[in-house]
């Protein structure tokens, strides 16, 4: 998603009161809910960090859910392991 | 990881040129590789949108994150159902 034309929907969300209307691929619907997710994520950490501006709520926001995302990716790629594992015990009939 | 003192590691990262000090369980190394990425995608939709402030700029990062994450959960669901149908396949003896 961003900020740029090339492609097809656009959608106007509130973050954190301030408007943004995204432009992708993805469907308004889909768009909605990432949007929310990121607005209360950052409405949670602001109440346990009072003190922090907008763009630090929202620079800590991304580092929350990009380090969300990395320990997904590894769990990700423990699963495919275990898929090649499967897969693997299947063809050789368990021996 | 968050900015609050309940947990271990303190560690000092620079992200879009200003500092942040994040405390949490997830080791230096780590955390330093999340601001870098963070950092880094901040930098690339600056590029597309030069016009955004930092704020906006944080918040787009964090909806972009915020949707490869989602998507990434589904790949991992995906994953998971596969790995029921190929450990229930491999139960009844492929029949």
Known sequence: MSQSDQQKNKTTV????????????????????V????????RDINEANPSLD??????????????????LKEECGDLMDYIEKLEKEDKNGHD
Chains 1, 2 share one sequence.
């Open 14 to 33: 509130e973050i954190y009161n301030r408007s943004y209307t995204v432009i992708g691929q993805e469907d308004p619907h889909h768009v909605r809910m």
């Open 35 to 42: 949007a929310s997710l990121v607005d209360q994520t950052m």
């Open 54 to 71: 907008t763009a630090k709520l929202a620079v800590l926001t991304a580092v929350n859910t990009m380090n969300d995302y990395l320990k």
